[in-house]
């Protein structure tokens, strides 16, 4: 609980009007998009660095935990104030300060949603890459708290790869610039990548300057079903190798299809064991020349391709990758939507893993993801009130992490470690390399106030 | 000085013949390629991760200096024993681990040469982007402590975007792992990133598992001369923003231009301001047609564009270039090679600097680089021996830094801060800046053993 005292000072930094301490704020800012941990002790909303500069001070001072949260969207517990303290709001630090053209980046205010910036990039011809699924209602400042990836990662690359510079407040309250405006710098340590993925636990975002690129100018659009996972997957690593990187290579397995399907009535086809919805773009003869030798490496390898020919097509083929996650959390209660990612050739070892594991534990299972990236949505349908099924899938989920380490993969491919993969952590960096990152976490934050008992077991 | 029972321990963990004293391997490996430093006491040749472990526990007991190096190509000192101790020479730990065609990864030891793992890469249809100056000689290990960057920076990014994950060792002697094997990974802190430029000072890169990429199937060149910088400047921009990335776009200036021709007669225009070299790469058609595009945009802006039709012509355009500084060393002693870095539409403000700075100092110097970068690398013409004029342009040198700065730009763009810019850093980071990354430094490091007096001030 926060003392009166600090509670005061709060108030005296940031205005009485942006310190929220009612039951119902509190409820209302401790959950994120799957998690419900703990209520916090107040909710601060800074409405600048300097302000964000003097909560940390107190904070740091008083030993009083500060999880920073922008829209709550996180999928891995990262927001939520899992001991209590400050909830620190960035939603009214929501200006976009600077867009150049003409050296192609922009500076924005951690607060910014990332639909918002891209909504003032179209009529410039601009736009922002990273597009995780949450990117209507996600801020910039979360997306590079948790480097979000999204289905055009394939080409476009993560957040990361667009993070040119930061303002940050560390955990004792200094403010300090990252980065450079200039496409290579190399004065000092990368602090920006270090920041970026960090999950709030080393430093305060307060605002960044992202790189943007120029709008592509035509976008060709298509599905392939593949009778096996295997021939699919074979797709996928051929596409690459001829030197074609599509802007989107997406996966829904079987069972995923047939929900989608039960709920749009889309005409997906049923019997496929998967679908990839793929994209090629940039000038309009190059989009369609690569679209041409997709579906040609596709139909070699046995699948049924469907072009769009028009905007409406391709609205329609869009609309079955994105009920996916929707139409899969219609048949139960609960959904624990999962973040393992393999090296790309490994994808059907790793799937049909998930169908074996799934099926042994009497657990449901869709599979949808990012094809392209090894990047696989395992999507268990549970029901949180039955703590005999929930056991059932905590195995079910610790032997799936257990064969993609096995597969050479990872943890988490863009949905971070935060609260719920913590204790996961040691199995793919080690005690040493545990060891390290919590040296550089010690070294910054040495009181252990800054979103405490996440991403470290 | 080590003392005799530290270079009987060192010799009983890399074997006798792996511990080199004499006068002459001492003073051979006391430079870099711009710089000559003090000398070592003794230079460590490991063969396997785990003997660098051993050297760097004894170092850390012992509080011995040690500098990592590969094959000493680098311009900013990193590699200099500025303060005596061990030498470490990774050049003997130079295999190519594994080759993956599917995944396009490679694993090499940190000791082979950039160009040897290209070689392999040929026949397998597959390249290594990074390609600096030193490419023919320089290390994989000592591209990635320095972030290497080259010509092809522009469309293939820095060394940093090919690095996946590491294997290092701690100045403490503990062996860990960074990174993964997939494309996308939110497991802990980003490690990579981190040690990538940080210059040896925070750990020994024993292994590393490098992105490959298709090798581009065709690639057109063509210069372009123009009598104005700013309108070389105005072409750089307008080909971005037209959605086209070169794969390279190098700059030279008119005293460069004069001087190379004088060394190869190659037809050069001696009266243009500015050259640029361009190349497109991709599917042929392609290639063709966007340097066609680029071609177009140049004559729009009045240069004067010449288009290579054959290899040989293609050889010819890049002997230009490559003889840039050649043919500037050949004019006096001593060459001062720097590496600023400016926003690119900032590049005619910085080296219309440039030129008077030198002027008023009345030094010679000539300008190349990579103008898709903003990356410059104006090259001061001098004679080491006479100190009044190396005071003159010491006192250039740092006015062009503060222009640099001041234009929104970097100290260094791809040669690092090394020894010879650790004293301008705080120039670009400000207090707070360096002093969280000292404290990264000295959670790493606490008996400062790495590299010491390089980065920082």
Redesign the interface.
Known sequence: MLRDKSLEELASIVGRENLLTSGEELLCHGYDAQHIEGLPDAIVVPRSTEEVAGVLRLANRERIPVVPRGAGTGLSGGSVPARGGIVLLLRKMDRVLKID????YAVVQAGVVNKELNDMLVPLGLFYPPDPASYRTSTLGGNIA??A?GPH??KYG?T??YVMGLEVV?PTG?????G????????????T??L???GGT?GIITEATLRLL?R??HTETMTASFSAIRKAAEAV?AI????ITPSTMELMDRTTINVVEDFKHLGLPREAEALLLIETD??R??AE?EAAAVAAICRGLGADVKSATSTEERERLWEGRRAALPALARLKPTTILEDV?????RIPEMLEAVWRIARREGIEVGVFG?AG???LHPTFLVDERDGEEMGRVERAVEEMFMVALGL??????????GLT?ARF?EL???K??????R??K???DPNDILNPGK?FP
Do not use: F, Q
């Open positions: 053209k003409g050296e192609l948790t480097n990836g990662t394939l993560v990361r790869d560390s200094d403010i300090y610039r990252t450079a405006l200039t496409v290579k710098s190399v004065s000092g340590y990368d602090m990548s270090l970026v993925g960090s080393l120029p592509p100018e690593t690459l190798a001829s030197g940039g000038p003869g190059r020349e990612t393999v090296p790309r050739t990012h990236d090894g990047n050479g993969g990872t943890l988490s491919g863009e949905h971070g470690i993969k952590l793919e960096r080690g040493a390399g545990i060891e390290i990152m040296r550089i010690r070294a910054l991403v």
